[in-house]
């Protein structure tokens, strides 16, 4: 037998001789590890996992700089004709109407050119995938490729729907094929409903004013390409810039971008720099956890090395040299480590399934991600496991290998012991620390949660029903727009228990901002300077008394803010202060063309962004005078609004069939989706302080019963010499507190400092709440209270016979 | 003549505790041959485990010269000292210093891993020195399922057990009863009768007789040397 499973023999042995020490370090590893392999595999899914298709390296997406990544069609077809270093395909997003029977709903398509599914190189589930053969003759090729998802979710996964139509803008399509359950498309997590060719654009993307398909003017098509055998990406980028005067038509000023090739197989950029910040943080905390959950198996070990110290000094005697030594300690942290990683990867898969219902409810957008574990997953886990397990197996290692040989020769145990005492209580302070931090975060949204109720937006909030249409994708025109809100709009205030309907661009705290910039007539800027921002919305007549929202001064927008009428806004009262220091009233702003826009009111201010908020400027403008495309419709009823709101559908239908109705709820309902930040912090930081409340509760515990189990002697001594048990209990407890009470301090700063950071994502409290930190702090002392206590009061109800018979 | 095999001159040993100087052992001269069995006698704290450490390795003398087996060993790394423990020397300790988690074969077995002697080798030598001291039957057995006589005599297995150049032994009667005591120095007196080399810790007069020459100690000094024979005559 080799010396390496000698040595694993004898860890094995040793751990199952101290079932206690391995269960504890075992389930601290294996939760310390399982969230961190959830919260990897998530990364992993997002933003590490290639795309699945053939040959992933080999896919570049073109755009032309980082804020300009569309092309129109011509351009994209003479970019296929004009080189052959790289094959590219396009496409579009859209929503569709989709109509079964009676019922019209918004799906999301994606219109793709005929090379989009051969570019990618993948294979269908079932029947065919759509090809250059579907990209020929404007309006001939009505057919439709559905995803794996829809086929699952909306058509009962049947086999026999290949063949059958689908009512999509009142056309019909052919399903032609499904695409496999691998495939999420071409952006990592954002899955189209359904793709359909590039030739029936008049039918899935009508656009009454463009020929999308032959005018240079609409850039509406993203690009994407594969690489042809043997050209590298700077060679084919050359290739395409060398293109790029001829096709683009124009000469390019120096401040715009030029074409450009960038690695494939991500987010789109927007939510990419959201999850660039997001996972990482997470990672960040869940590796807290990890580090507490180590120091916890860290000072397990030093307690047993110190349990050991007459063996480890014995080996010594009999020539173990110190790295024998060290080794024999590794492999057993080792050991521990990957039964930790074990159990780890079971309960990340556990909590990875649980996932999906904390997502918040995203219509219009498919977010399916691939949350499977992969061998990344896996490496990172053990390699986790590695890690910690020789990191945190080393410190006890080299403490307890350094015993005092002579003292083996004297028989005497005291002699032998392993100073560890000041390590393990630094693990103590650092894990009562780090789980103060924890917990004070997680305290804080949970309070902010709870008072999101009570907190006044500043627009009513229980007694409204919203829901939005998009006339654009049944290519409406804007006249037709303008009469089909209004027709809309009557409708629903004739409805019984409606109070009144207004019409608006953007409903607050819809999480996102709008903002516009703006200029005081009279005021110009210094040159080069930036214009001012204030945040945006447009909306219709009878919005405010709508919403709720008094003016204070001036008045409402009206039928008669026509287009041919002075341009006129309202502001709210932080513009009114910050911008003008006093009345705003008959004050004007000018727009791009220096046209004079007259601010004719004043409203009070309410929360956009985020609840509980300090206002910011805002401007709001007349729908009539700025026409939209997309409309929420706002209905401010009598009673419950819930009874309204099942009413919203067939209204929009007796105008237009094939109309969606789009993010229909309550008010109440949308804020639950504007509060879901907050509640999925809370949770996760609750979960997460949660255990670490365990685990350093698990490890004050170890420290103290390993204390009083070294100090049964002197403890039998003085109950000998007639201490009674609560002096004793006093003692020691005493002397762990302090140590709790060290950690505490140095938590409590670390949490304040925290919490500053997470100010902005808290509503309702400070972030210096005191009765969190207070809430959290006695906790703490509680937990760690019972942690000494238990020990000791076991310690000094012992026999002291027994204990000063034990030596 | 026998080639000497260790050789102290002028050996002192202090500790410094907290301002105070003990000086456990002044300027000892000893030399002990091949196939002698010495024992070291004298009061309590005259520093005999102090001297018993030093001739083992496990300490460093504060001054002086300690030749083993003709090499200089008195300043040598730990690592070296380790080495050295492990191929020269065999312990015996008062309270048999086994290891619990591991079978008496195992223990035994220990300081030849250490060595990095291939298993098979192992197996052979461990069962040999298992028969030696009569616990062949035992290999399997945890130290806890066995009487203190028995244990000392697997300790004495596993000092043997590497084929050192000399047995060190702290007073390895002190926990038995008389019985098993005498046992354990039969057990002595056969191994050192086959050529082992022996130096012996002793409070009992009647054990330090087993041995053919007496030292005795005296706060740090050797104060007399005699031959036990001469002794009990
Ligand atoms: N680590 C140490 N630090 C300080 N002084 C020590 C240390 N070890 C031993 N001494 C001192 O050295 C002297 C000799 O001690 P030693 O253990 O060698 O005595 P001993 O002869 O073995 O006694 P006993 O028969 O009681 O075992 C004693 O005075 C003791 O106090
Ligand atoms: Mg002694």
């Known amino acids: 037998m080799t010396t390496f499973l000698l040595d694993l023999k004898h860890a094995l042995r040793g751990l199952l001789r101290s079932p206690g020490f391995t269960f504890l370090a075992v389930l601290s590893l ?6 961190n392999s959830a919260i990897f595999t998530a990364l992993n899914s997002v933003l590490l996992r290639p795309l699945p298709v053939n040959e992933p390296s080999k896919l570049v997406r073109v755009s032309m700089g980082p804020r300009d990544e569309s092309f129109s069609t011509p351009v994209f077809r003479e970019l296929v004709r004009n080189q052959s270093s790289v094959e590219l395909a396009a496409e579009c997003f859209m929503p569709l109407s989709w109509t079964q029977g009676d019922q019209s709903r918004q799906i999301t398509g994606s219109i793709i050119s005929g090379s989009y599914f051969p570019t990618l190189g993948i294979n269908p589930f079932m029947g065919r995938l759509l090809g250059p053969q579907d990209d020929q003759i404007p309006g001939g090729h009505p057919v439709a490729v559905v ?45 189209p409903d359904l793709w359909v060719p590039l030739s029936m654009q008049a039918q899935a993307l009508p656009d009454p004013k463009n020929n999308r398909l032959e005018s240079r003017n609409v850039q509406w098509l993203q690009l994407f390409g594969r690489l042809r055998p043997g050209v590298k990406r700077p060679q084919a980028e050359q290739t395409l810039l060398a293109l790029e005067e001829g096709v683009l038509q124009k000469k390019r000023e120096a401040r715009d971008g030029h074409i450009q090739l960038a690695v494939m197989g991500s987010l789109p950029p927007e939510i990419l720099n959201v999850m660039n910040i997001l996972l990482p943080a997470l990672q960040l905390i869940v590796l807290m956890v990890l580090l507490i959950a180590c120091s916890n198996v860290a000072n397990l070990q030093l307690a047993r090395a110190v349990a050991r110290r007459q063996e480890v000094a014995m080996r010594v005697v009999l020539g173990a040299s110190r790295a024998q030594l060290v080794r024999q300690f590794i492999t057993e942290s080792g050991l521990l480590s990957i039964l930790g990683a074990t159990g780890g990867l079971a309960l990340g898969a556990l909590i990875m399934k649980a996932v999906p219902s904390l997502l918040p409810p995203a219509e219009g957008v498919n977010l399916v991600f691939d949350l499977s574990m992969d061998w990344r997953v896996v490496s990172f886990a053990l390699l986790l496991a590695l ?8 410190a006890p290692a080299l403490q307890a290998t350094r015993p005092d040989l002579v003292s083996v020769l004297k028989e005497d145990a005291a002699g032998l012991t392993v100073r560890t005492g000041l390590t393990r209580r630094i693990f103590v302070v650092a894990q009562v620390a780090l789980s103060l931090v924890l917990l004070v975060a997680s305290g804080l949204f949970l309070r902010s949660l ?45 409805l019984p228990g409606v109070r009144s309907v207004a019409l608006g661009a953007f409903v607050p705290l819809r999480g996102g901002k709008t903002t516009t910039t703006y200029e005081v007539q009279g005021q110009d800027l210094p040159k080069g300077a930036q214009p001012p921002e204030a945040n945006f919305n447009q909306v219709g007549h009878g919005y405010f008394q709508t919403m709720g929202i008094p003016v204070l001064s001036g008045r409402e927008f009206m039928d008669t803010d026509v287009p041919g009428a002075p341009k006129v806004a309202i502001v709210n009262a932080t513009f009114e202060r910050k911008v003008f220091g006093g009345h705003a009233i008959g004050r004007r702003l000018v727009d791009d063309n220096k046209d004079p826009i007259e601010i004719v009111g004043v409203v009070r201010d309410v929360n956009t962004t985020s ?57 109440q309902e949308h804020l639950r989706v504007a509060l879901f930040s907050a509640r999925i912090g809370a949770l996760l930081l609750g979960v997460f302080g949660t255990l670490a409340l365990i685990l350093a509760t698990t490890g004050v515990y170890g420290v103290m019963a390993y204390n009083v189990d070294q100090r049964k002697k002197e403890i039998g001594i003085r109950m000998a010499l007639g201490a009674q048990i609560r002096d004793v ?14 950690g505490l301090g140095i938590g409590l700063a670390l949490a304040w400092g925290v919490s500053r950071l997470l100010s902005s994502l808290l509503f309702g409290i400070a972030a210096t709440d005191p009765l969190t930190f207070a809430a959290i702090t006695s906790l703490l002392i509680a937990t760690a209270f019972l942690a000494c206590f238990i020990p000791a009061l076991r310690a000094a109800r012992r026999d002291p016979m027994t204990a000063l018979r034990n030596e | 003549m026998a080639k000497s095999l260790i050789n102290l001159t002028g050996i002192k040993k202090v500790f410094t505790t907290e301002e105070v100087e003990t000086h456990a052992l002044s300027d000892i001269h000893l030399d002990i041959k091949e196939g002698e069995y010495v024992s070291i006698e004298g009061p309590s704290g005259c520093g005999k485990s102090t001297l018993l450490a030093i001739l083992g390795l496990l300490d460093a003398p504060s001054g002086g010269s300690y030749e083993l087996n003709g090499k200089p060993v008195a300043q040598l790394t730990l690592s070296d000292r380790a080495r050295i423990r492990n191929r020269e020397i065999g312990f015996i300790f008062q309270s048999f210093n086994l290891i619990g988690d591991l079978t008496v074969f195992e223990n035994v077995e220990l300081p030849l891993v250490y060595r990095g002697m291939p298993s098979g080798e192992r197996r052979t030598r461990v069962m040999e020195a298992l028969e030696e001291v009569g616990m062949g039957h035992r290999a399997k057995h945890l130290p806890s399922q066995l009487s203190g006589g028995q244990q000392q005599r697997v300790a004495v297995a596993r000092a043997v057990g590497g084929r050192p150049s000399i047995l060190l032994a702290d007073e390895p009667t002190g926990n038995l009863d008389s019985t098993n005591g005498e046992a354990v120095m039969d057990l002595l007196k056969e191994l050192h009768r086959r050529g082992s080399t022996i130096c012996m810790v002793t409070h009992d007069p009647r054990f330090a007789n087993y041995a053919e020459r007496n030292i005795h100690l005296f706060d740090g000094r050797v104060i007399e040397e005699g031959n036990s024979s001469r002794r009990s005559a």
């Open chain 1, 729 to 742: 209990v006093r003692l020691i407890v005493s002397q762990g507190m302090r140590v709790v009470f060290v």
């Open chain 1, 450 to 494: 709870g008072k999101a109720n009570s907190v006044d937006p500043g627009f009513e909030r229980s007694r409204m029903v919203l829901f939005s249409v998009n006339p654009r994708i049944m290519g409406y025109s804007q006249e037709r727009s303008t009469a089909l809100f209004e027709e809309i709009r009557q409708r629903a205030a004739a």
């Open chain 1, 147 to 191: 995803s794996q998802n829809f086929w699952k979710n909306h058509l009962a996964a049947d086999p026999a729907v290949l063949g059958h139509t689908l009512t999509l803008n009142g056309h019909p399509f052919t399903i032609v094929g499904i695409t496999a359950p691998s495939f999420h498309g071409d952006y990592v997590g954002m899955v």
């Open chain 1, 30 to 35: 294996a939760l310390g590890i399982g969230v």
């Open chain 1, 387 to 394: 890690t910690t397990g020789i990191l945190f197996g080393l």
């Open chain 1, 611 to 667: 609840l509980g908020e300090l206002a910011d400027p805002m401007l709001y403008q007349p729908l009539s005078q700025n026409l939209r495309g997309d409309l929420t419709v706002h209905v401010a009823t009598s009673g419950d609004p819930a009874i309204l709101r099942g009413q919203m559908r067939d209204l929009v239908r007796g105008v237009d069939p094939y109309l969606p109705v789009n993010e229909l709820r309550t008010m």
